[in-house]
C-alpha cells in the first residue's frame, strides 16, 4: 500500500500532459504540469526544496520520455550520476506514472547569488545521464550523454541531441516554497523533419517567454500559456494524458530482487536467522520476509532464471 498517511492532500491533482502540433505538424510540443507528482516525491522523500527541485525536473523530463513510449508495458528510467551530494537520482515513468528517488535528498544548500536554488550545486557539474528504455519483451534501449550543466532541462536537450539525434528545447521548472510545491512542469519542443528554418528561428525567438516555465504556471494553466506562447504558429492539442505519482513496487517484486542478489547472499541471510527486510526506494514501504521464505527463494535463486531486470528495485537495506 503505498504512503498515504504523509500524501499532501491540499494539492489537488492538475497534473497533465498537453500534446501539441505547431504550424501543421511541422514541429511537436509536449507540455506538462507535474506540481501534484513533484510534491508527492518531496514528501515522500522529505527532501530539501533543492533536491524537490532536482527531483522535480528530472520527474518532469522523464515523464515527457515516459508518454513517448508506445507500448503498454513499456517504461523509461533516466538515471542521473553526478559528482554532487545528491548523488544518484533516478527517476521512473510507466506512460504517466511516475516515481523517483535520490540518494541524499535532504541535502541542503545555500541559495545562488541570483536568489535561485542551486540545483547544479546539489547534482553536480561533471557525470552523466543514462536512459534506459524497457520495451517489454524485447531488447532494452540504453543512451547515455555526459552531462552539460546539472540544471537537468539543458542536460535533457543535450541527450536529446546527442544520444536521439533529435534537436529539442527544453525548460524544466519546480517553484518550491518551503515544504511546499508551488508550481512543477515542463516544455519540450521538437521540430520535425521538414520543418523550415523560420519555424526554429521563430521559437527560438520565443524561448525567453517559457525559460522560467514554473514561474510562468503560476499566472495562468498551461492551456492558456500554451495559447500565448505560439500564437499565430496554429497551436493545436493533439491529446491530453494524466500524470500521477506512483510506485508500482510488491512483495512480488521484492521477492524477486532479493533472489537476483544470488544463492551466496541469500544463505549468509539465511544462516543469521535474523528475515530481511527490503524498503522501497521510491515509497519506502517496507517487506519483510521470514527465513523461512528465504530458505524457498534460495530453491528458486539456484534454478536457472529468465529475464532479470530489476533495477529499478535492488535491495538497499537488508
Ligand atoms: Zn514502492
Given at each position: 500500500?503505498p504512503?498515504?498517511?504523509?500524501?499532501?492532500q491540499?494539492v489537488?491533482?492538475?497534473d497533465?500532459?498537453?500534446?501539441?502540433?505547431?504550424?501543421?505538424?511541422?514541429?511537436?510540443?509536449?507540455?506538462c504540469?507535474t506540481?501534484a507528482?513533484?510534491?508527492?516525491c518531496a514528501?515522500?522523500h522529505?527532501?530539501t526544496?533543492v533536491?524537490?527541485?532536482?527531483?522535480g525536473?528530472?520527474?518532469?523530463?522523464?515523464?515527457?520520455?515516459g508518454?513517448?513510449?508506445?507500448?503498454?508495458d513499456?517504461?523509461?528510467?533516466?538515471s542521473?550520476?553526478?559528482?554532487?551530494p545528491?548523488?544518484?537520482?533516478?527517476?521512473?515513468?510507466?506512460h504517466?506514472?511516475?516515481?523517483?528517488?535520490?540518494d541524499?535528498p535532504?541535502?541542503?544548500?545555500?541559495?545562488?547569488?541570483?536568489g535561485?536554488?542551486?540545483?547544479s550545486?546539489?547534482?553536480?557539474?561533471t557525470?552523466?545521464?543514462?536512459?534506459?528504455?524497457?520495451?517489454?519483451m524485447?531488447?532494452?534501449?540504453?543512451?547515455q550523454?555526459?552531462l552539460?550543466?546539472?540544471?537537468?532541462?539543458m542536460?535533457?536537450?543535450?541527450?536529446f541531441?546527442?544520444?536521439?539525434?533529435?534537436?529539442?528545447?527544453?525548460?524544466l521548472?519546480?517553484?518550491?516554497?518551503g515544504?511546499?510545491?508551488?508550481?512543477a512542469?515542463?516544455l519540450?519542443?521538437?521540430?520535425?523533419p521538414?520543418?523550415?528554418?523560420?519555424?526554429?528561428?521563430?521559437?527560438?525567438?520565443?524561448?525567453p517567454?517559457?525559460?522560467?516555465?514554473?514561474?510562468?504556471?503560476t499566472f495562468?494553466?498551461?492551456?492558456?500559456l500554451?495559447?500565448?506562447?505560439?500564437?499565430?504558429?496554429?497551436?493545436?492539442?493533439?491529446?491530453?494524458?494524466?500524470?500521477d505519482?506512483?510506485?508500482?513496487?510488491s512483495?512480488?517484486?521484492?521477492?524477486?530482487?532479493?533472489?537476483?542478489?544470488?544463492?551466496?547472499?541469500?544463505k549468509?541471510?539465511?544462516?543469521?536467522?535474523?528475515?530481511?527486510?527490503?524498503?522501497?526506494?521510491?515509497c519506502?514501504?517496507?517487506?519483510?520476509?521470514?527465513?523461512?521464505?528465504?530458505?524457498?527463494?534460495?530453491?528458486r535463486?539456484q534454478?536457472?532464471s529468465?529475464?532479470e531486470?530489476?533495477?529499478e528495485?535492488a535491495?538497499?537495506?537488508?
Amino acid at each position: 500500500m503505498p504512503n498515504l498517511e504523509i500524501q499532501n492532500q491540499n494539492v489537488p491533482n492538475q497534473d497533465e500532459m498537453l500534446r501539441i502540433d505547431l504550424c501543421g505538424g511541422q514541429a511537436r510540443v509536449m507540455l506538462c504540469e507535474t506540481t501534484a507528482a513533484v510534491q508527492r516525491c518531496a514528501d515522500v522523500h522529505r527532501a530539501t526544496p533543492v533536491c524537490t527541485a532536482a527531483l522535480g525536473r528530472l520527474m518532469t523530463g522523464t515523464v515527457m520520455l515516459g508518454l513517448m513510449m508506445k507500448g503498454e508495458d513499456e517504461s523509461v528510467t533516466v538515471s542521473v550520476k553526478g559528482d554532487g551530494p545528491m548523488g544518484n537520482l533516478i527517476a521512473v515513468a510507466d506512460h504517466g506514472h511516475l516515481r523517483a528517488c535520490a540518494d541524499n535528498p535532504q541535502v541542503d544548500l545555500p541559495l545562488r547569488e541570483d536568489g535561485k536554488l542551486d540545483v547544479s550545486g546539489a547534482v553536480g557539474h561533471t557525470g552523466r545521464m543514462s536512459v534506459i528504455k524497457d520495451l517489454g519483451m524485447r531488447k532494452n534501449y540504453i543512451g547515455q550523454s555526459e552531462l552539460v550543466s546539472g540544471e537537468i532541462a539543458m542536460d535533457f536537450a543535450n541527450y536529446f541531441t546527442v544520444s536521439e539525434q533529435q534537436p529539442s528545447l527544453v525548460a524544466l521548472g519546480v517553484l518550491v516554497s518551503g515544504e511546499t510545491v508551488l508550481k512543477a512542469g515542463g516544455l519540450l519542443i521538437q521540430p520535425l523533419p521538414g520543418c523550415p528554418d523560420s519555424l526554429i528561428d521563430q521559437l527560438e525567438l520565443r524561448s525567453p517567454m517559457f525559460a522560467d516555465i514554473s514561474r510562468e504556471m503560476t499566472f495562468a494553466p498551461i492551456r492558456e500559456l500554451a495559447e500565448g506562447w505560439f500564437r499565430g504558429l496554429e497551436p493545436r492539442i493533439l491529446k491530453t494524458d494524466p500524470i500521477d505519482y506512483r510506485c508500482t513496487c510488491s512483495r512480488d517484486r521484492m521477492e524477486k530482487a532479493l533472489i537476483s542478489i544470488g544463492s551466496k547472499d541469500l544463505k549468509e541471510l539465511i544462516e543469521e536467522d535474523r528475515g530481511a527486510e527490503l524498503s522501497c526506494h521510491f515509497c519506502h514501504n517496507r517487506y519483510f520476509f521470514s527465513t523461512e521464505e528465504l530458505k524457498k527463494m534460495l530453491l528458486r535463486a539456484q534454478e536457472p532464471s529468465g529475464k532479470e531486470n530489476e533495477h529499478e528495485h535492488a535491495p538497499d537495506q537488508l
